[in-house]
């Protein structure tokens, strides 16, 4: 029997499956959709990912109704969203100091550390920093 594989995403793949509008890789955004379907994969996120979602449909400027049936489909995915511990938030504070990244950005690379389990990611950012212990995977490579 095949392992299920742990992904951690950050919020750039999760805004790919509730609007498509303007975003690239959606088809491999959806393939990760499938392997957890086809219990492949599991997801998970920091709970902050929500809130970065949120704000990424805001800023589509999408309709009130649009933006809230795509919180309604974020919630139906199934993503384990953690609450940040503090040791993760002081993980993530080491991380974003030393690779001049931002709290929330390293928040999920913490947390991929942690969980040691592959970072997907759209984040240009993300894919640039090499850090020990941390395997970031663009998602246009996502196969």
């Known amino acids: 029997m095949k392992t299920k594989k742990t992904l951690i995403l950050d919020s750039s793949v999760a805004v790919k499956w509730l609007n498509k509008q303007d975003e690239n890789y959606t088809e491999q955004a959806d393939k990760i959709l499938k392997d957890v379907q086809g219990d492949k994969s599991s ?5 902050l990912a ?29 993503i384990h ?11 993530a504070m080491q991380i974003a100091h030393e690779n001049n990244v931002t709290f929330y950005d390293a928040s999920f690379m913490a947390l991929a550390k942690e969980k040691k389990a592959d970072l997907i990611t759209d984040n240009p950012k993300h894919q640039k920093k090499k850090i020990q212990g941390l395997r970031v995977v663009p998602l246009k490579e996502y196969r």
């Not at 969203?81 to 993980?91: D, E, H, I, K």
């Open 81 to 91: 969203f953690v609450p940040q511990s503090q040791q993760q938030a002081q993980n």
């Open 43 to 47: 997801i998970i996120m920091p709970e």
């Open 50 to 78: 929500k809130c970065e979602v949120g704000n990424a449909l805001l800023n589509k400027k999408m309709s009130l109704p649009n933006t809230l049936g795509s919180l309604t489909t974020l919630y139906s995915i199934p």
